[in-house]
């Protein structure tokens, strides 16, 4: 019966989400639509392999910097049981869940602020750099999870033979060869998608060239070819490496488990946790204080204006972030307690190849799709916005809440059923409590992530909407820096109060169940 | 003298006191085993004695140097002389039987270790099965394999975790019959963890019988069955 729902569900997803991907890749081909042959030899143009060339240099660098910086990470939260370690875990990923541009802003700001030319960080390695701070958390996830579950005696036996960093290098590292690979890859491809980075760093990619050809010369036919090889590129990536990444509980809110055969001793705990804290500081929290720094340098006035440029746009924003982070959290638990404990190759490649795709391709593909006589209502409305969201961020929604289900024994649902209940009544009553927190977790992230959507957003919004990252990068392009950081500022501290609000009454909840019971 | 020595050794992780206040020794040569239910400790004993863990209180020594002590890891595992044979038996999956077995050989350095390796393979009947990995052997051959990595090193003393607790019983029997022939041919000191009284009464010459976290009785299997303790009658009796 729930393979039945599960179709029904994939169907509805294909529908609204996979079919417009699938309607550009046909018209990039050609097929159904009248591009002429000139825009084809385009692609083989000088310039344009530059630019793909360009483009794949800084998905590797990316890639291999990113996951370099989370295999350290990874054994740093994994091996060595620290103190504080899930709070050091959090702090890690806070670039992952920063809208792009905001750290971008902030990266400028700190070359600004400490009297240095901006020159260096305006440049592919200031890019490079700065999308290697953003995604060395999914590396580190990736990593420590595939580091956490190496069988401890595997660790315990070579050690007995060999002191513990040989014991890494050849034993360990091996092992954690296919979490290496996925991580390099899928950073690669999210690398090569990523546009807002590039765009606010005049970083000439591929991303930043499909936007320019489509939003500025109106050359929807070159647009679409581009943005044709960006989807091979990325579905090739995605099919050589989508059943280890879709298999893997890297994103996991609960309990996790995994014993160490490592123990540190109590210098290398302080010499690792120093050495965490060292990059947490470099990376995230001197750019971020220096943002601040920065936005408040002509005192409040600038903060001031930011405010009241952005204030319109916030109630906005949040009120689609809501509606998308609640759409995302019911497709995202439909499919993964659909799947069970069954494999769906199907339905996870469907949603990784959503994930990573390009959003400035995710947005053409839209509006090609929905720009017609029949979806007009859709593509003249919020719908639109909402859809890009679900396109964007199911994965990460369904793979929070599926791990989450996974740690659930399955005889807990059974037990209700042969006890009397509905197949809805044993969901309802026994399972959906258990996962509670992992509702309210993917729903949180699912907001953030939502509330700093810029790439697909900016091609699809539709009249009379006006969501604050597109307000923001509007202004940006001829607003002073000071300006540009405080609007960033703004934003950052909206989305944060919300999130944080939103956890201390989770917080509250929970004592106050904890104490006084349900009733 | 003591070739393995634990001194009042007491282990908790968190709230769980899991030994408390251990006093063990096992003579060089012996063939020891750890005899207990389930959560009595007998495998925290082997870490401890490996290395992985420290005690909280209490000291370890291997061939009377402390390796163990003020809740420090004063020698590192490698460095114990040891060998680890573990329940789940822990071949590494990437590698074949040979560079199982050829790992610690290489590790240090030593030329001649093909001969070895294949010296120590066809003393356990595992010669032909060199080339294969750990998946593709059958779990007899997996156990040998096993015995086979920790002994190439010649260890003075052999930690041995339930190493026949998941073959059946003609593989048992084999494996069982290796051990005893090790024992005598190499002479090394055994520790060997098990719940089975049976298994423990066949093989050792010491028995350590573990209840919750204590030592419930030491002694030659003989000593123990005409121990008074209600414990031990209850246990062998299971």
Same mark, same amino acid.
């Given at each position: 019966?729930?393979?039945?729902?599960?179709?029904?569900?994939?169907?509805?997803?294909?529908?609204?989400?996979?079919?417009?991907?699938?309607?550009?890749?046909?018209?990039?081909?050609?097929?159904?639509?009248?591009?002429?042959?000139?825009?084809?030899?385009?692609?083989?143009?000088?310039?344009?392999?530059?630019?793909?060339?360009?483009?794949?240099?800084?998905?590797?660098?990316?890639?291999?910097?990113?996951?370099?910086?989370?295999?350290?990470?990874?054994?740093?939260?994994?091996?060595?049981?620290?103190?504080?370690?899930?709070?050091?875990?959090?702090?890690?990923?806070?670039?992952?869940?920063?809208?792009?541009?905001?750290?971008?802003?902030?990266?400028?700001?700190?070359?600004?602020?400490?009297?240095?030319?901006?020159?260096?960080?305006?440049?592919?390695?200031?890019?490079?750099?700065?999308?290697?701070?953003?995604?060395?958390?999914?590396?580190?996830?990736?990593?420590?999870?595939?580091?956490?579950?190496?069988?401890?005696?595997?660790?315990?036996?070579?050690?007995?033979?060999?002191?513990?960093?040989?014991?890494?290098?050849?034993?360990?590292?091996?092992?954690?060869?296919?979490?290496?690979?996925?991580?390099?890859?899928?950073?690669?491809?999210?690398?090569?998608?990523?546009?807002?980075?590039?765009?606010?760093?005049?970083?000439?990619?591929?991303?930043?060239?499909?936007?320019?050809?489509?939003?500025?010369?109106?050359?929807?036919?070159?647009?679409?070819?581009?943005?044709?090889? =960006?989807? @091979?590129?990325? $579905?090739?990536? !995605?099919?050589?490496?989508?059943? &280890? +990444?879709?298999?893997?509980? /890297?994103?996991?809110?609960?309990?996790?488990?995994?014993?160490?055969?490592?123990?540190?001793?109590?210098?290398?705990?302080?010499?690792?946790?120093?050495?965490?804290?060292?990059?947490?500081?470099?990376?995230?929290?001197?750019?971020?204080?220096?943002?601040?720094?920065?936005?408040?340098?002509?005192?409040?006035?600038?903060?001031?204006?930011?405010?009241?440029?952005?204030?319109?746009?916030?109630?906005?924003?949040?009120?689609?972030?809501?509606?998308?982070?609640?759409?995302?959290?019911?497709?995202?638990?439909?499919?993964?307690?659909?799947?069970?404990?069954?494999?769906?190759?199907?339905?996870?490649?469907?949603?990784?190849?959503?994930?990573?795709?390009?959003?400035?391709?995710?947005?053409?593909?839209?509006?090609?799709?929905?720009?017609?006589?029949? =979806?007009? @209502?859709?593509? $003249?409305?919020? !719908?639109?916005?909402?859809?890009? &969201? +679900?396109?964007?961020?199911? /994965?990460?929604?369904?793979?929070?809440?599926?791990?989450?289900?996974?740690?659930?024994?399955?005889?807990?649902?059974?037990?209700?059923?042969?006890?009397?209940?509905?197949?809805?009544?044993?969901?309802?009553?026994?399972?959906?409590?258990?996962?509670?927190?992992?509702?309210?977790?993917?729903?949180?992230?699912?907001?953030?992530?939502?509330?700093?959507?810029?790439?697909?957003?900016?091609?699809?919004?539709?009249?009379?909407?006006?969501?604050?990252?597109?307000?923001?990068?509007?202004?940006?392009?001829?607003?002073?820096?000071?300006?540009?950081?405080?609007?960033?500022?703004?934003?950052?501290?909206?989305?944060?109060?919300?999130?944080?609000?939103?956890?201390?009454?989770?917080?509250?909840?929970?004592?106050?169940?904890?104490?006084?019971?349900?009733? | 003298?003591?070739?393995?020595?634990?001194?009042?050794?007491?282990?908790?992780?968190?709230?769980?006191?899991?030994?408390?206040?251990?006093?063990?020794?096992?003579?060089?040569?012996?063939?020891?085993?750890?005899?207990?239910?389930?959560?009595?400790?007998?495998?925290?004993?082997?870490?401890?004695?490996?290395?992985?863990?420290?005690?909280?209180?209490?000291?370890?020594?291997?061939?009377?140097?402390?390796?163990?002590?003020?809740?420090?890891?004063?020698?590192?595992?490698?460095?114990?002389?040891?060998?680890?044979?573990?329940?789940?038996?822990?071949?590494?999956?990437?590698?074949?039987?040979?560079?199982?077995?050829?790992?610690?050989?290489?590790?240090?350095?030593?030329?001649?270790?093909?001969?070895?390796?294949?010296?120590?393979?066809?003393?356990?009947?595992?010669?032909?099965?060199?080339?294969?990995?750990?998946?593709?052997?059958?779990?007899?051959?997996?156990?040998?394999?096993?015995?086979?990595?920790?002994?190439?090193?010649?260890?003075?003393?052999?930690?041995?975790?339930?190493?026949?607790?998941?073959?059946?019983?003609?593989?048992?029997?084999?494996?069982?019959?290796?051990?005893?022939?090790?024992?005598?041919?190499?002479?090394?000191?055994?520790?060997?963890?098990?719940?089975?009284?049976?298994?423990?009464?066949?093989?050792?010459?010491?028995?350590?019988?573990?209840?919750?976290?204590?030592?419930?009785?030491?002694?030659?299997?003989?000593?123990?069955?005409?121990?008074?303790?209600?414990?031990?009658?209850?246990?062998?009796?299971?």
């Amino acid at each position: 019966m729930s393979r039945i729902y599960l179709w029904a569900l994939s169907f509805l997803f294909v529908a609204i989400a996979l079919l417009p991907i699938l309607y550009l890749v046909s018209h990039s081909l050609g097929i159904g639509s009248e591009i002429e042959l000139g825009a084809y030899t385009a692609l083989l143009r000088g310039r344009t392999v530059r630019l793909l060339l360009h483009t794949v240099g800084i998905g590797a660098a990316v890639a291999i910097s990113a996951t370099f910086l989370g295999l350290v990470l990874g054994f740093i939260i994994s091996k060595n049981n620290l103190r504080h370690g899930q709070l050091l875990t959090i702090l890690l990923l806070v670039p992952l869940f920063l809208p792009p541009y905001i750290f971008a802003v902030a990266w400028v700001d700190f070359f600004v602020v400490l009297g240095m030319s901006p020159s260096v960080i305006y440049s592919p390695a200031g890019a490079i750099f700065v999308l290697t701070i953003i995604y060395t958390p999914i590396a580190m996830l990736l990593l420590s999870n595939s580091l956490q579950n190496i069988n401890a005696s595997l660790e315990e036996a070579a050690m007995i033979m060999v002191p513990y960093r040989e014991a890494f290098f050849r034993i360990i590292l091996p092992l954690v060869k296919p979490a290496l690979l996925s991580s390099g890859l899928l950073i690669f491809i999210l690398a090569i998608s990523e546009f807002s980075v590039p765009a606010f760093l005049s970083v000439q990619v591929m991303t930043t060239e499909i936007f320019t050809q489509f939003s500025a010369f109106y050359d929807f036919d070159s647009a679409i070819i581009l943005s044709g090889s =960006l989807i @091979f590129l990325c $579905t090739i990536g !995605l099919l050589a490496e989508s059943s &280890y +990444l879709t298999d893997k509980p /890297f994103l996991t809110i609960g309990s996790r488990n995994g014993r160490s055969g490592y123990t540190a001793s109590d210098k290398d705990k302080k010499k690792w946790l120093a050495v965490a804290g060292g990059y947490l500081f470099c990376s995230t929290l001197v750019p971020i204080a220096l943002l601040a720094v920065q936005a408040l340098s002509p005192g409040l006035q600038h903060l001031a204006q930011a405010f009241d440029y952005l204030k319109a746009e916030m109630w906005q924003t949040f009120l689609y972030a809501c509606w998308g982070a609640l759409l995302l959290v019911l497709f995202g638990f439909g499919f993964s307690y659909l799947k069970g404990r069954k494999t769906a190759r199907a339905v996870d490649f469907m949603l990784i190849l959503s994930f990573a795709l390009p959003s400035v391709v995710t947005g053409i593909a839209l509006i090609r799709y929905y720009n017609t006589p029949a =979806l007009n @209502f859709i593509y $003249t409305s919020p !719908l639109i916005i909402i859809i890009a &969201y +679900l396109m964007r961020y199911l /994965f990460v929604a369904e793979k929070i809440l599926h791990n989450r289900l996974m740690q659930i024994p399955a005889s807990l649902e059974q037990a209700a059923l042969v006890s009397g209940a509905t197949k809805w009544g044993a969901l309802w009553q026994i399972t959906v409590p258990l996962v509670a927190d992992a509702l309210f977790g993917a729903f949180v992230i699912s907001f953030i992530f939502c509330m700093g959507e810029l790439g697909t957003a900016i091609m699809v919004y539709p009249p009379g909407t006006s969501l604050l990252p597109i307000k923001i990068f509007t202004i940006m392009a001829n607003a002073p820096q000071s300006l540009t950081s405080a609007m960033c500022l703004v934003a950052l501290l909206f989305t944060g109060s919300v999130t944080g609000g939103l956890f201390a009454l989770w917080y509250i909840k929970r004592r106050v169940t904890a104490r006084y019971g349900r009733s | 003298m003591a070739e393995v020595e634990l001194r009042n050794v007491s282990k908790s992780y968190g709230k769980k006191q899991v030994l408390q206040d251990i006093t063990v020794e096992v003579k060089k040569g012996d063939l020891a085993c750890l005899l207990g239910s389930s959560g009595s400790g007998k495998t925290t004993i082997l870490k401890l004695l490996a290395g992985f863990e420290a005690p909280d209180s209490g000291e370890i020594s291997i061939g009377g140097e402390v390796v163990s002590g003020n809740g420090k890891v004063t020698v590192a595992p490698h460095k114990r002389g040891i060998g680890y044979i573990f329940q789940d038996l822990a071949l590494w999956p990437h590698m074949t039987a040979f560079e199982n077995i050829a790992f610690g050989l290489k590790a240090r350095k030593e030329p001649d270790y093909r001969i070895k390796v294949q010296e120590t393979a066809e003393w356990l009947g595992v010669k032909d099965s060199l080339d294969k990995y750990p998946s593709q052997l059958s779990g007899g051959q997996q156990q040998l394999v096993a015995i086979g990595r920790s002994l190439v090193l010649q260890p003075r003393v052999l930690l041995m975790d339930e190493p026949l607790a998941n073959l059946d019983v003609k593989l048992k029997k084999v494996v069982r019959e290796k051990i005893i022939e090790l024992k005598e041919a190499l002479g090394i000191t055994i520790i060997y963890v098990s719940h089975d009284h049976r298994e423990a009464f066949s093989l050792a010459s010491q028995l350590i019988i573990l209840n919750g976290a204590s030592v419930e009785a030491i002694g030659t299997p003989e000593e123990i069955r005409q121990s008074d303790s209600a414990f031990i009658k209850y246990f062998i009796e299971l």
